[in-house]
Each structure stands twice: as C-alpha cells, then as structure tokens.
C-alpha cells in the first residue's frame, strides 16, 4: 500500500514536495515514480527512479523536479520548484516489483497539485 503526501496550492514559481511511502516490503528490484494525470488529460510519467538510484524525467519537468528515495524507508520524494500553471494535476505515485514473473504495480491514492495565483 502506498501513502502519498504533500500535494497543495502553490502560486507559479513556488515550490512543493511530494512524499510517498511503501507500507510493508517490497521486492529490492524495483522502481518508484510519479504520474500525473490533468483534467481531461491522460495520466502521464513524471519521473521515476530504479532501486539503484537512476533517474527519467518527463521533458516538461527537467530541470524543475528532482525525485530522490530512501530505500530504508521504502519511500519517494519528488520535490517540485518553478511551478507553472500547467503543472496542476492529481499526482500519483507508483511502484513497480520486479520478481520472478510478471512485473507487480501499486498506485498510491493521488495528491492535488494546484498551481495558481
């Protein structure tokens, strides 16, 4: 189960950061990331980051999000600066286990993201 957190109204340019937290074990492959889904608009990847630390970003948040985790604690942070408008969305996140078979999806509940002044 994951708990996601940090999500709110923030003007443009502003900051936020986002925490999500893996209840329980889970497999030491994995990768953890945020998806973020627009009113009317599919869910898209944000960014993700493997078990070891490598990193992908969506082209429209290089440069302004980072995401980092703490393996001991099973938990992803996405820590989002120059927030613009277009950023407003419900953030989700995610993680997928790599086991023997079939790669395992979780989603967390979403968090409102609110970019306005």
């Known amino acids: 189960q994951l708990q996601a957190s940090g999500g709110g109204l923030v003007q443009p340019g502003g900051s936020l950061r986002l925490s999500c937290a893996a209840s329980?074990?889970?497999?030491?492959?994995?990768?953890m990331g945020w998806y973020r889904q627009a009113p009317g608009k599919q869910r898209e990847l944000v960014a993700h980051?493997?078990?070891?630390?490598?990193?992908n970003y969506a082209d429209s948040v290089k440069g302004r999000f980072t995401i980092s985790r703490d393996n001991a604690k099973n938990t992803v942070y996405l820590q989002m600066n120059s927030l613009k408008p277009e950023d407003t969305a419900v953030y989700y996140c995610?993680?997928?286990?790599?086991?023997?078979?079939?790669?395992?999806?979780?989603w967390g509940q979403g968090t409102q993201v609110t970019v306005s002044s």
């Open positions: 995610n993680v997928r286990q790599y086991g023997l078979g079939s790669p395992i999806d979780a």
């Open positions: 329980g074990s889970i497999f030491s492959r994995n990768v």
């Open positions: 980051i493997t078990s070891v630390g490598s990193t």
